[in-house]
């Protein structure tokens, strides 16, 4: 049980993190776009 506590933690961040990731790198397209 703790196992799968720790596991689902560390999808849990992993998520969160690629979520941030990809919002900046969406952010980022369409500031690019706005300039052009």
Excluded: D, N, R, W
Excluded at 2 to 26: H, N
């Amino acid at each position: 049980m703790y196992e799968l506590v720790k596991y689902g933690s560390v999808i849990v961040c992993m998520i969160i993190i690629a979520a941030a990731v990809y919002q900046v790198a969406t952010g980022k397209a369409k500031f690019q776009q706005k300039k052009k």
